[in-house]
């Protein structure tokens, strides 16, 4: 959240703009010219990787302040930089949940008003104000974890509001949410920018849900230069078909197919020691409880998953959907054995040959529970790739970090890099081997995330929405090499909102959100002097 400006729409102008990352051997930003008029609504689409976020960020502001690269070019918001007039743009980024500042909804959307010094005395009714204007309803002392994907969603938004931005830019503001929750998200903004006048840009790379929506499309190609600019339906008229080659998301255009990926073996792999068929892992009447905790206040439990229960097989893939909030990666967590469950069983097959299973080798022939698991053995037999593909880099560099758990395996070096080398070329990464993965885009950052939780040839994978930020060309490769361990004998779990990954895979587990119980009763808070002990009262009175 970037943004107390004066409201209205205001125009934007880049020009020359070139950004170049250290450590980047060329710019991801390279002379870029942009002129977007006060009022417009523009929809900016281009490849994985193309720097639309880039540009974005530059927009905002945010890129002299990183200090993490060499900028020039001018970039000017009603003709003033926007570090000039705190809050002129407002920012929403993909993962809201990467914006959250406090434990109380209320407070998270006044963080940006206490920053820029706004009276103590303005920032409540302005809170409530932006709060009832995206929709969310709920007291303001309710803690952001109890909110949906869609509500989380429309919190960042508000946070950006309420600093009255005169540009509002939204970086794939739906990809992480079903089709039901992102058209009403879709709406709150399209009311919220008609009613206030903001000039509006959104990054999507599914472009049907906002074409009516915006009035102009701006299309960057893999270089990041400008291809094709104008009004939004010619534009796909004129230049639909060369888009689509450029892994543009044409409506209109059939979906890519998932491409056929061969992986050199893993040396050691556990994919494949489980018979073709047989259960990997299983969960069986799971339940998931979430715990917040705040000082000075009873704890507070959302029931995040109630009764679920999947057989995930060797050689088989499985689909799990389901509304946004409905637990879906809740659910993945609790198979990875990254969260114990309150309720029902989860349990995991052991594939280890004699050596490795050493004095456990009964486990071998059952399923056992992810906590009675070693963290080796987990390591070697589940991979996980998390939605927030950022929290999962090790490496300091790009096929560093696709070697990282082969080698602290004790894989063979030689078979270990010529598989993560295959990887990273068929996702489309072998040219940023070398760059630090933080540098990447998101996007990019997805796909490294799949090659190095596949590495090294894992029994289960557990990907929880790989597909997100991608282009027709990268969502085919991502798919392919899901397709590739699966045809290993990896087990492999989706959780997914993409009609695309549905229809590829072997079965569907539909899961729909819990009904949560009614919140417990608070005990009676006592006297202040009751709830200290003697000890406090003597160095008091002292």
């Known amino acids: 959240m970037v943004g107390a400006g004066a409201g209205a729409g205001a125009g934007v102008r880049v020009e020359d703009l070139t950004w170049r990352p250290f450590g980047r051997s060329r710019p991801v930003r390279d002379h870029l010219d942009l002129e977007i008029g006060a009022g417009e609504r523009v929809l900016l689409a281009g490849p994985s990787g193309s720097g639309k976020s880039t540009l974005l960020r530059a927009v905002a502001g945010l890129l002299l302040t990183a200090d993490s690269g060499e900028l020039s070019g001018e970039v000017t918001v009603g003709g003033t930089a926007p570090q000039g007039i705190p809050g002129s743009v407002g920012l929403v980024l993909q993962d809201p949940g990467a914006g959250v500042v406090a434990s109380a909804i209320g407070r998270d959307v006044a963080f940006g008003l206490e920053n820029v010094q706004v009276p103590a005395a303005e920032m409540p009714p302005r809170v409530h104000a932006v709060l009832d204007e995206v929709g969310l309803t709920m007291p303001a002392d309710s803690s952001p974890a109890t909110l949906s994907g869609g509500e989380s969603q429309r919190l960042a938004l508000a946070g950006a509001l309420v600093m009255e931005p005169s540009v509002l830019l939204l970086d794939e503001p739906t990809a992480m949410l079903d089709a039901a929750t992102a058209a009403g998200v879709r709406a709150v903004v399209a009311e919220v920018v008609?009613?206030?006048?903001?000039?509006?840009?959104?990054?999507?790379?599914?472009?049907?849900?906002?074409l009516d929506l915006v009035d102009r499309l701006v299309v960057l190609d893999a270089s990041g230069s400008v291809v094709a600019d104008g009004e939004t339906r010619r534009v796909l008229a004129d230049h639909g078909e060369s888009l689509a080659a450029q892994g543009i998301w044409v409506p209109g255009v059939p979906d890519p197919e998932p491409l056929s990926i061969p992986l050199h073996p893993a040396p050691g792999a556990a994919a494949g020691r489980v018979a073709d068929g047989r259960v990997v892992a299983s969960a069986s009447d799971v339940r998931v409880e979430h715990t917040t905790r705040r000082l000075g206040e009873p704890s507070r439990a959302t029931l995040a998953v109630d009764g679920a229960g999947l057989d995930a097989r060797a050689g088989r893939s499985v689909a799990l959907v389901g509304p946004s909030g409905a637990g879906k990666s809740s659910l993945m967590s609790a198979l990875g054995g990254l969260v114990a469950p309150t309720g029902g069983a989860v349990e995991l097959a052991l594939p280890l040959t004699p050596a490795e299973a050493g004095d456990r080798g009964s486990a071998r022939d059952r399923l056992v529970p992810p906590h009675e698991w070693a963290s080796t053995d987990l390591a070697r037999v589940?991979?996980?790739?998390?939605?927030?593909?950022?929290?999962?880099?090790?490496?300091?560099?790009?096929?560093?970090?696709?070697?990282?758990?082969?080698?602290?395996?004790?894989?063979?070096?030689?078979?270990?890099?010529?598989?993560?080398?295959?990887?990273?070329?068929?996702?489309?990464?072998?040219?940023?081997?070398?760059?630090?993965?933080?540098?990447l885009s998101g996007g990019e950052q997805r796909r490294l995330a799949m090659a190095s939780a596949i590495a090294h040839g894992p029994a289960l994978v557990l990907a929880d929405e790989p597909t997100v930020g991608q282009d027709r060309l990268t969502w085919a490769a991502v798919s392919g090499v899901l397709a590739a361990a699966r045809d290993e004998g990896a087990a492999v779990v989706v959780t997914t909102h993409d009609p695309g990954v549905v229809d590829d895979a072997d079965s569907v587990v539909r899961l729909e959100a819990p009904t949560q119980p009614p919140p417990a009763a608070e005990p009676e808070r006592r006297?202040?002097?009751?709830?200290?002990?003697?000890?406090?009262?003597?160095a008091a009175a002292l």
Request: proline residues 6%.
């Open 382 to 439: 589940v991979a996980w790739v998390p939605q927030r593909a950022a929290t999962s880099i090790v490496g300091r560099t790009v096929r560093d970090d696709v070697l990282t758990t082969p080698l602290a395996l004790g894989q063979d070096r030689e078979s270990a890099e010529r598989r993560a080398d295959a990887l990273l070329a068929a996702l489309g990464l072998s040219h940023l081997a070398d760059v630090d993965p933080r540098q």
């Open 194 to 210: 008609a009613r206030r006048g903001l000039t509006l840009v959104v990054v999507e790379h599914r472009l049907d849900g906002w």
């Open 527 to 538: 006297p202040l002097l009751a709830r200290v002990g003697p000890l406090a009262l003597l």
